[in-house]
């Protein structure tokens, strides 16, 4: 009876491996399949990412070229003060309202094909007909060159969903810093090189030459897009972009995120007081003050330079003593820049002010997203940034509004000792000063160490003590002979392994 029972369980046992056997056999390829197709879209995606930093140098190069430009062309065709303001009004606006058709594209379309809709129409083919304006007898040229700027800001802005997202997914999360540091790097790089150059060619050739060869180098940058891989779109986040200017409702919203409201409320504010005078800046250097064109691109690549160093500077900061205080810091040094615009007269002084708005401007940047990102919340974070900029982007349109209407009233008018666009000038820092009362209201959201650390200490510690520390080290270390240098890094090291012998012991 044993070995009858015995049989069958060996048999049993036999059976069992002759089942899991060819499983296995058959589970292999599939495995491998798996594998070499995950190692396949790494691929895609590293030679994507490398095209696409190769893609953003050309692009921003192009740009860079466009935007430091497109003022002094209007000048050019004779476009009054009003003229400039409503140029800028009309190209934020544009840009504003294409996000909402940008976003609702990516339902129906590959998010390549919307760049690629947007890189022909905003880089190339609507940069024809400006390219050929200086050359037409028109009666209007500069109504034409505002309307053509308008669509180019709308289908400019029209891909930056797709683009965002598709960068969103081509990016892995760990490396996204890393790889986006980079990139801003190069094109951060690419765009001083080709602003200083089109200074130089647009003295000696025209608007037109410069604006074909950026014409051109948005044509490269196509060839590197079309390389890139488009993985699968990551839906993500389900919302609607909804307003409501009910009563009801904008009591909710307020008792919801108190603190979103009033950060929105300040910066579109903000943001009104300061286009009532940006587009001005560029029509007061070169009218008014007669600084030639290559100057011109300098003072702007070398406030763009500063830019790239600051940002970090203020980083550090944001990180030691929360958002809210330096939130603070740059929005009060923020006010003072038309201000000193109506005290500059030369080519010295307004480097030095460059130096000085763009130190200020770029913690101000900075620490406006970072605040963004601590007061809303993860889970509906596009919506309230979405909103957000919707609404502060309306601030731009309409200070620059204001601005035109200020600019052409009193072009020919004075107040005090000051004179024509001096004047939109001092409004732009009245307002500014005025805005700095919401200030108060912003409630700090990452305390860190802001609940011990005394105001006043952090404007002194960010805007005079490190400053001047830094430049006395630069000076310091700058007019020291090499020999001495040397010697002292020679002593330095040999201390140092005097005390790693003595630990050794």
């Known amino acids: 009876m044993v070995d009858e029972k015995q049989?069958?369980?060996k048999s049993t046992a036999k059976t069992a491996k002759k089942i899991v056997l060819p499983s296995v056999i058959e589970m292999r390829p599939v495995v491998m399949k798996e594998k070499i197709k995950h190692d396949n879209e790494e691929e895609k995606v590293k030679k994507s990412l490398r095209n696409s930093t190769s893609e953003g140098v050309f692009n921003a190069s192009a740009s860079s070229i466009t935007n430091t430009f497109i003022t002094p062309l209007a000048l050019e065709l004779k476009a009054t003060n009003a003229e400039i303001g409503l140029l800028n009004a009309v190209q934020?606006?544009?840009?504003?309202?294409?996000q909402i058709?940008?976003?609702?594209?990516t339902e129906y379309y590959p998010r390549k094909s919307i760049w690629m809709l947007s890189q022909v129409m905003s880089k190339i083919l609507l940069w024809i007909p400006i390219i050929l304006l200086p050359f037409l007898s028109l009666d209007n040229p500069v109504t034409i060159l505002i309307?053509?700027?308008?669509f180019i800001a709308f289908f400019a802005g029209?891909?930056?969903p797709a683009w965002s997202s598709l960068m969103g997914d081509l990016v892995p999360l760990k490396t996204r810093g890393r790889y986006f540091g980079m990139r801003n790097m190069f094109t951060g790089i690419a765009s001083i090189v080709a602003t200083i150059l089109a200074g130089i060619v647009v003295a000696e050739y025209g608007f037109s030459m410069i604006f074909i060869v950026a014409v051109l180098l948005g044509i490269v940058s196509i060839f590197f897009f079309i390389r890139m891989y488009e993985p699968q779109f990551k839906r993500v986040f389900f919302y609607k972009h909804t307003f409501s200017f009910?009563?009801?409702?904008l009591v909710t919203s307020l008792s919801v995120n108190k603190a979103l409201v009033i950060f929105t409320i300040y910066l579109f504010f903000m943001n009104f007081a300061v286009e009532i005078a940006a587009p001005f800046y560029t029509v007061y250097m070169l009218k008014d003050l007669q600084i030639n064109y290559f100057w011109f691109a300098v003072l702007t690549t070398l406030g763009a330079v500063v830019r790239i160093f600051a940002y970090k500077y203020w980083g550090r900061f944001v990180d030691k003593y929360g958002s809210r205080k330096i939130l603070v810091v740059t929005g009060f040094f923020g006010c003072f820049t038309p201000l000193m615009w109506l005290f500059v007269s030369n080519i010295y002084e307004i480097a030095a002010l460059k130096i000085f708005d763009s130190f200020v401007w770029a913690g101000l940047d900075m620490v406006v997203f970072n605040y963004l990102l601590d007061v809303t919340p993860a889970n509906k974070r596009p919506q309230y940034v979405a909103n957000h900029n919707f609404f502060t982007g309306f601030g731009v349109v309409f200070g620059a509004l204001a601005g035109a209407m200020i600019a052409e009233a009193v072009q020919n008018s004075s107040l005090l000792w000051f004179r024509g666009l001096q004047i939109v000038f001092l409004?732009?820092?009245l307002l500014r000063i005025i805005v700095l009362l919401i200030l108060p209201k912003i409630r700090e959201i990452d305390v860190k160490q802001s609940a011990v650390v005394p105001l006043r200490y952090v404007f002194w510690q960010t805007m005079a003590i490190e400053p001047a520390h830094g430049l006395k080290n630069s000076l310091f270390y700058s007019f020291r002979y090499p020999e001495k240098v040397v010697k002292e890094l020679e002593d330095s090291v040999t201390k140092i392994r005097y005390k790693i012998n003595i630990k050794k012991h």
């Open 7 to 9: 049989k069958p369980a």
């Open 427 to 429: 409004t732009s820092f």
């Open 246 to 249: 009910k009563p009801r409702e």
């Open 147 to 150: 309307i053509l700027m308008g």
């Open 101 to 105: 058709p940008g976003a609702k594209l």
């Open 92 to 98: 934020n606006f544009a840009n504003t309202i294409a």
């Open 158 to 160: 029209l891909r930056s």
